[in-house]
C-alpha cells in the first residue's frame, strides 16, 4: 500500500466552482499535513498547513484534516484561472523532516 | 519576500560526468533539503542537512551524491558520475528550525537536469 495517495486528475471546472482536492494515507504516524501548489516546471509553493483533525481557512483556500480516516482535504472557492496548477499534499511524520508527497493533483479552471 | 534560489534553472550534461547543483537557502533558515522530481513523478525527498551535518537521507542518496554547504549562503547538491537516470527537476528547499517538528519547507524553483 502506497504511504501516500492522490488522484492525479486532471479536474477541469468552470471559473467560480468549487473544487475539493483529496489524498488518503496509510501511516498514522503522520502529524503534520500540508498542500502546495505547483504551477509548470516551477518549485512546490506552500499554500496550507496544519497539524490537528479538523478545518483550518485562508482566504479562499479550506484545508481539512480527517486523522481517523486518514483522510485530508483542500477546498478551493470561488475558483479562478489563476488556480490552474497541480496540487501536492505532503506529509510529515512527527520526528523527521522528510515530507512525503502525493503525486499531484493537475487542476484547470477555465474561465 | 525571502526565497530560496538555485542555480543554474537548467543543466545538460554527459553520462558519466560531475554536476554541481547549487542553492543559496532563506538566510535565517537552519535546515536545508534536496528533493527531486523525474518527469511525470511524485516530488522525493533526497536528503536533510543541519549543522553541517546529514540528518537523514533517502535510498536514492546513495554514495554519488553528497552535500555541502561550503559557506555561509550556499547549499550544493554533487552527483560525482551521472546516470541516465538522474535526469529530473531538483528542488531545494529550507526551513527556520527543523528541530521544531512540523516546521514548514519553502521549496525553491528547481534546476532541470538532464543527463544523456
Known amino acids: 500500500q502506497k504511504e501516500v495517495e492522490q488522484d492525479p486528475g486532471p479536474l477541469s471546472v468552470p471559473e467560480g466552482a468549487i473544487v475539493s482536492l483529496n489524498c488518503t494515507y496509510s501511516?498514522?504516524?503522520?502529524?503534520?499535513f500540508m498542500w502546495y501548489r505547483q504551477y509548470s516546471r516551477k518549485g512546490p509553493e506552500l499554500l496550507m498547513y496544519t497539524y490537528s483533525s479538523g478545518n483550518k481557512e485562508d482566504g479562499r483556500f479550506t484545508a481539512q484534516v480527517d486523522k481517523s480516516s486518514k483522510y485530508i482535504s483542500l477546498f478551493i472557492r470561488d475558483s479562478q484561472p489563476s488556480d490552474s496548477a497541480t496540487y501536492l499534499c505532503?506529509?510529515?511524520?512527527?520526528?523527521?523532516?522528510?515530507?512525503?508527497f502525493g503525486a499531484g493533483t493537475r487542476l484547470a479552471v477555465h474561465p | 519576500e525571502p526565497e530560496v534560489t538555485q542555480t543554474p534553472s537548467h543543466q545538460v550534461t554527459q553520462m558519466g560526468q560531475e554536476v554541481i547543483l547549487r542553492c543559496v537557502p532563506i538566510s535565517n533558515h537552519l535546515y536545508f533539503y534536496w528533493y527531486r522530481q523525474i518527469l511525470g513523478q511524485k516530488v522525493e525527498f533526497l536528503v536533510s542537512?543541519?549543522?553541517?551535518?546529514?540528518?537523514?537521507k533517502s535510498e536514492i542518496f546513495d554514495d554519488q551524491f553528497s552535500v555541502e554547504r561550503p559557506d555561509g549562503s550556499n547549499f550544493t547538491l554533487k552527483i560525482r558520475s551521472t546516470k541516465l537516470e538522474d535526469s529530473a527537476m531538483y528542488f531545494c528547499?529550507?526551513?527556520?528550525?527543523?528541530?521544531?517538528?512540523?516546521?514548514?519547507?519553502?521549496f525553491g524553483p528547481g534546476t532541470r537536469l538532464l543527463v544523456l
Open positions: 528547499a529550507s526551513s527556520e528550525d527543523g528541530l521544531a517538528v512540523g516546521e514548514t519547507q519553502y
Open positions: 542537512f543541519y549543522n553541517n551535518e546529514i540528518s537523514e
Open positions: 501511516n498514522s504516524a503522520f502529524q503534520y
Open positions: 505532503a506529509l510529515l511524520s512527527g520526528g523527521y523532516n522528510k515530507l512525503i
